[in-house]
């Protein structure tokens, strides 16, 4: 993985940790301890399937470019599905707060997509990849008449 990469993950990791860290402090005044175990496996629910699926895109994205991005927005929309599924599975359960899980999920959700997006926008990424070092002139193609 390059480090920019990396800084991409860590730019969106590190919001839904604080995000998910509130929520558990939230949800601990609000209901209990259940409510905090509750927002805890939700943070990291969403960090696990996010994190995994981002490292999925950066391969797709070397190995395949041009299904990149079509393989994003499938992407993304597998994880809001598994998502939901983890809702469902976990709806009454006795574990934790199913309330303070779900809306942590959504939430910490929604800060991974924000702050992601927010790191690409401030990334300075070349859209064209010059050929040489040496700054020499490319050769014209055309007939030498």
Known sequence: MRSDDVRFLMQAAVPTAIAGALAAVISALAVGGKGAVGAVVATLVVMLFMGIGFVVLQRTAKSLPHLFQAM????????I???FVF????????????????????????????????AHMK??????????????????PGSKS
């Open 72 to 79: 994003g927005l499938m992407l993304y929309a597998a994880q």
């Open 81 to 83: 599905l598994l998502l």
């Open 87 to 118: 809702l469902a599975a976990f709806k009454n359960t006795t574990l934790f707060h199913p309330k303070a899980f779900a809306i942590t999920l959504v939430a910490t959700t929604l800060v991974w997509i924000g702050a992601q997006t927010r």
């Open 123 to 140: 990334a300075k990424i070349l859209y064209v990849e010059p050929d040489s070092v040496t700054g020499s002139k490319p050769e014209n």
